[in-house]
């Protein structure tokens, strides 16, 4: 047995045990059942009596024999977690109260009321209706302030966003009740909605600059994100669009699959696009499969320390390719592969089994090796960095150049851009593509 599976099997053993979850786990919608005999775990490997019993007979002296009453699942996420620490930042577990948010964006839709909010000086101020949904069909607008809640007052009671989307969210065909206040009417308006499936758009806006230049701008890769991708594009070759600006500042990530079906309506068929390897998982490759709606075009993809993952990708392949200029800052720098593994009771685990590396076979991944804390404050730290230079050269109004490495540290930029940019608005996209390909 490797070394490195001796770490592993340990960890994942205990990660089943620690959650109670004696008869199996559901692991990719196939249940799957270990023997938890003391003997081995088939799937994966064998185990000595010691290593997978210590954990257990931890946990089981502590909740039988501390001197104060133990919280079971407190005690278990606690080990979790730290099992984790051990792992790369990017190996979390996700409790199940979390686990079903924390797929609706990428899923491409939700179940609630349908509005954009913010809490504002401690009340509920709607940013707007989504278009289609419950609240707009109910006629609530932008500025509207949300002062109730079934009969229950949200205005002045010190309320989190959280605690919004826990009241207003909910299954498709329940109903919540809201008082608001509307600038000019003398009595607050009562509603009535029904919640509703609500769709979240990952294209957030696709426009015309000028009459050869279209914008696109990707906020995630969600299971629609292609879908709305391609239906931007199309319109906007019917524009006259000749050339393409790609947003995909802040992008996070998202779905892999998805990020390929963009890509290769970018690349020549047959191109090389990414491919993952990793210690379990061997070499996958993914090509550009047909011919794309916009292979020749000049094209410009936008990043930021926000961009990760799946928006590496894209950039990576864009620019191994020389198939268009990158423009921006210097990207996050995550490119490691997650699979999920889903526990019956609807808690999960996602684990990272592999690397991604761009056609050239570059690993964007910047290290982890100090720990987790240390690997996100490497990111805000370098906005701060910004920052302050931008400070800098406004007191001494010098122009400087400043250089980073590629190296393990995210994608480097072509052409250095603004902190804040909302796009390439007003003059930015001629001056790209007079500099550009």
């Not at 979390?98 to 939700?110: A, D, H, N, T, V």
């Not at 309320?159 to 607050?188: A, P, Q, W, Y």
């Not at 047909?290 to 926000?306: H, I, R, S, T, Y």
Request: overall charge neutral.
């Amino acid at each position: 047995m490797s070394q490195n599976a001796k770490i592993f099997y340990p960890i994942l053993l205990s990660i089943v045990l620690c959650l109670g979850l004696w008869g199996g786990w559901s692991l990719n919608n196939k249940n799957i059942t270990y023997l938890l005999d003391g003997r081995s775990l088939n799937s994966f490997g064998n185990y000595s009596n010691n290593e997978d019993s210590k954990v257990r007979e931890l946990i089981d002296v502590i909740k039988h024999r501390y001197v104060d009453q133990v919280d079971s699942e407190k005690l278990s996420l606690s080990v979790i977690k730290n099992f984790l620490k051990e792992l790369d930042p990017h190996s979390v577990y996700i409790p199940k109260k979390e686990f079903k948010s924390s797929r609706e964006s990428l899923r491409g839709q939700f179940e609630g009321i349908g509005i954009v909010f913010s809490v504002f000086e401690d009340t509920i101020m709607v940013i707007n209706a989504i278009n289609g949904g419950p609240s707009d069909k109910l006629g609530i607008r932008s500025g509207d302030k949300i002062i109730k809640v079934d009969d229950e007052l949200v205005a002045g009671v010190n309320i989190s966003d959280n605690d919004v989307v826990k009241m207003l969210r909910g299954e498709k065909g329940s109903k919540v009740s809201v008082s608001i206040f509307r600038n000019g009417e003398n009595e607050f308006l009562d509603f009535d909605i029904v919640r509703d499936k609500i769709p979240i758009f990952s294209v957030d806006a696709h426009y015309m600059v000028d009459d050869q230049t279209g914008y696109i701008k990707i906020s995630r890769f969600s299971r629609e994100t292609y879908n709305e991708f391609k239906v931007a594009l199309i319109e906007l070759k019917e524009k006259g669009m000749h050339k393409l600006v790609l947003d995909l500042m802040n992008n996070s990530g998202g779905y892999l699959g998805v990020a390929v079906q963009i890509i290769d309506e970018l690349l020549a068929e047959n191109a090389l696009i990414v491919y993952t390897e990793g210690n379990s998982q061997n070499k996958k490759e993914y090509f550009a499969s047909e011919k794309g709606d916009f292979e020749n075009g000049k094209l410009v993809v936008l990043v930021d320390e926000g961009s990760a993952s799946a928006s590496e990708i894209l950039a990576g392949a864009v620019q191994d390719w020389d198939r268009g200029m990158i423009v921006g800052r210097r990207t996050f720098g995550k490119g490691l592969v997650q699979e999920e593994y889903t526990f019956s009771d609807s808690s999960a685990l996602r684990l990272t089994v592999a690397r991604y590396f761009t056609p050239l076979g570059r690993s964007i991944q910047k290290p982890y090796d100090k720990g987790r804390q240390a690997y996100y404050e490497e990111y805000y730290n370098y906005k701060l960095q910004y920052f302050y230079r931008k400070f800098i050269l406004f007191l001494y109004k010098k122009q400087t150049l400043f250089f980073y490495s590629a190296k393990g540290l995210g994608l480097k930029e072509a052409l250095k851009g603004p902190m804040g940019t909302d796009g390439p608005m007003g003059p930015i996209g001629p001056i790209i593509f007079q500099k550009g390909p």
